[in-house]
């Protein structure tokens, strides 16, 4: 079975700062990934996905993250946060084939301090 | 469309008190999932559904049970609610042959 690791769980940066949370994942098969990302007090939404082709996949809102297949990593970044981005993400994993069984990472919090 | 829906936003209950959690989607996805979300631990896989008449359980079923008569909706029973269960539920959506889930807004459930 399939699974995530997300190390850094709580980050505090400022404003303007550059963000990387790290993913890692285990599974020596064919891997989707996505980073979803929760505002507080809302539902999960899609930030970027990867399925296939350019490793480097840009997301919503100034985010990209950079699937490295030799070290099972899908890292996310941004060069510049915004007081607007402090939420919780979340890496998440499927395997191909079948029902999509979504795996998730246990979540980093960010907070951005104006 | 309304994307996916969930029902009630809040609840309590007592322990040892039934209740379903309604979830319903209008964009004919075939495949549907309920997941609980707690600190720490990110979101666990309870049930899943690949289409109407079709359920398996997933990493966290114990203490849950679910059904599906239609493609829309996708009700999450608690046959004896516990403390345990305190926690936040989300239902999910994906189309068949999709990779990419939709999430409804969640259900914030404390157990007493």
């Known amino acids: 079975a399939q699974s995530v690791s997300q190390h850094n769980h709580h980050v505090i940066l400022s404003e303007a700062a550059s963000l990387e949370l790290g993913c890692n994942y285990s599974y020596g098969g064919t891997v989707n990934l996505f980073w979803y990302v929760q505002y507080p007090g809302q539902h999960l939404q899609l930030l970027l996905k990867?399925?296939?082709?350019?490793?480097l996949v840009k997301g919503i809102k100034g985010f990209e993250a950079e699937f490295i297949k030799s070290k099972f990593s899908f890292n996310l970044r941004k060069p510049s946060v915004q007081w607007s981005d402090t939420a919780e993400y979340f890496c998440a994993v499927t395997t191909s084939g079948g029902y999509q069984k979504v795996t998730f990472g246990t979540g980093t919090k960010l907070q951005v301090i104006p | 469309n309304a994307g996916v829906t969930q029902t009630p936003k809040f609840q309590v209950l007592k322990t040892g008190q039934s209740m379903t959690l309604q979830c319903a989607q209008d964009m004919n996805h075939e495949y549907m999932s309920w997941y609980r979300q707690d600190p720490g631990m990110g979101l666990r896989l309870i049930h899943y559904?690949?289409?109407?008449?079709?359920?398996d359980q997933g990493e966290v079923p114990n203490g849950y049970n679910v059904s599906r008569s239609t493609t829309e909706d996708f009700p999450l029973r608690l046959l004896s609610a516990a403390p345990s269960q305190t926690s936040v539920y989300f239902c999910a959506s994906a189309p068949r042959g999709g990779v990419e889930q939709f999430f409804g807004p969640g259900t914030r459930l404390t157990v007493l």
């Open positions: 990867y399925f296939s082709g350019d490793p």
């Open positions: 559904s690949v289409g109407a008449g079709i359920t």
